[in-house]
């Protein structure tokens, strides 16, 4: 059962902005509204990495290649992940779950983002 459905991704050209959106399914959505939750990305042939979360409270993380540049928000039980001047470093499949202390459940489907230059 598809628990994190992410969307929002696309292609676009280096400069450029996308908005990704997740949902969380009714059977998790309490639980996701009142965690850490985050984005995470997988570029071709990289690890999985987390590039940004939010407290329940709504306190951000972001890693230093996206600090000023991606925002990360939540309203109750969807994520949102604004990304403006995006790089081409930035392509990647694009996930939301838990974060730490939180662990991720199954991963959704992600969402391409393709950055082009």
């Known amino acids: 059962q598809v628990q994190l459905v992410e969307s929002g991704g696309g292609l676009v050209q280096a400069g450029g902005s996308l908005r990704l959106s997740c949902t969380a399914s009714?059977?998790?959505?309490?639980?996701?509204?009142?965690?850490?939750v985050g984005w995470y990305r997988q570029a071709p042939g990289k690890e999985r990495e987390l590039v940004a979360s939010i407290s329940r409270l709504g306190n951000p993380n972001y890693i230093n290649s996206v600090e000023g540049r991606f925002t990360i928000s939540r309203d109750n039980g969807r994520l949102y992940l604004q990304m403006n001047s995006l790089e081409s470093e930035d392509t990647a499949v694009y996930y939301c779950?838990?974060?730490?202390?939180?662990?991720?459940?199954?991963w959704g489907q992600g969402t391409q983002v393709i950055v082009s230059s």
């Open positions: 009714v059977r998790i959505a309490s639980i996701f509204r009142t965690s850490r």
């Open positions: 779950n838990f974060a730490s202390p939180s662990r991720p459940i199954d």
